[in-house]
Protein backbone atom coordinates (compact mmCIF):
# COMPACT_ATOMS: atom_id res chain seq x y z
CA UNK A 1 0.00 0.00 0.00
CA UNK A 2 1.55 3.69 -1.07
CA UNK A 3 0.92 5.90 1.51
CA UNK A 4 -0.37 9.51 0.00
CA UNK A 5 0.23 12.48 2.41
CA UNK A 6 -1.74 14.92 0.14
CA UNK A 7 -4.53 15.58 2.62
CA UNK A 8 -3.89 17.58 5.58
CA UNK A 9 -4.48 16.48 9.18
CA UNK A 10 -7.23 18.32 10.66
CA UNK A 11 -6.11 18.37 13.66
CA UNK A 12 -5.96 21.87 15.49
CA UNK A 13 -4.15 21.17 18.47
CA UNK A 14 -7.23 21.38 21.13
CA UNK A 15 -8.23 18.17 21.51
CA UNK A 16 -11.72 17.90 23.63
CA UNK A 17 -13.41 14.03 23.58
CA UNK A 18 -17.00 13.85 24.38
CA UNK A 19 -17.95 10.46 26.02
CA UNK A 20 -17.93 8.83 23.12
CA UNK A 21 -14.11 9.41 22.29
CA UNK A 22 -14.91 11.71 19.64
CA UNK A 23 -12.64 14.91 19.33
CA UNK A 24 -14.76 17.46 19.28
CA UNK A 25 -12.65 20.03 17.26
CA UNK A 26 -11.64 17.43 14.60
CA UNK A 27 -14.51 15.11 15.51
CA UNK A 28 -12.34 11.67 14.69
CA UNK A 29 -12.35 8.75 16.72
CA UNK A 30 -9.34 8.44 18.70
CA UNK A 31 -8.80 5.48 16.62
CA UNK A 32 -8.88 7.87 13.49
CA UNK A 33 -6.77 10.27 15.35
CA UNK A 34 -3.73 7.73 16.09
CA UNK A 35 -3.85 5.96 12.62
CA UNK A 36 -3.98 8.93 10.68
CA UNK A 37 -0.49 8.91 9.40
CA UNK A 38 -0.69 5.00 8.37
CA UNK A 39 -4.06 5.74 6.30
CA UNK A 40 -3.61 6.66 2.85
CA UNK A 41 -5.37 9.37 0.72
CA UNK A 42 -8.59 7.02 0.04
CA UNK A 43 -8.97 6.18 4.11
CA UNK A 44 -8.32 10.12 4.82
CA UNK A 45 -10.93 11.14 2.84
CA UNK A 46 -13.02 8.30 4.42
CA UNK A 47 -12.29 9.44 7.67
CA UNK A 48 -13.00 13.02 6.80
CA UNK A 49 -16.32 12.05 5.60
CA UNK A 50 -16.98 10.34 8.63
CA UNK A 51 -15.86 13.42 10.62
CA UNK A 52 -17.83 15.71 8.63
CA UNK A 53 -21.32 13.84 9.25
CA UNK A 54 -20.33 13.79 13.11
CA UNK A 55 -19.69 17.65 13.19
CA UNK A 56 -23.20 17.90 11.60
CA UNK A 57 -25.09 15.85 13.69
CA UNK A 58 -23.46 17.56 16.88
CA UNK A 59 -24.45 21.41 15.13
CA UNK A 60 -27.91 19.92 14.48
CA UNK A 61 -28.07 18.81 18.30
CA UNK A 62 -26.65 21.99 19.68
CA UNK A 63 -29.16 24.62 21.34
CA UNK A 64 -27.91 28.02 20.97
CA UNK A 65 -28.81 30.88 23.89
Request: aromatic letters at 10%; hydrophobic letters at 25%; glycine letters at 4%.
Amino acid sequence: MSLNNNIKNPCIQVCTKDENGICLSCYRSKEEIRGWYKCDDTQKQFILKKANKRRAEFDKNQFYI
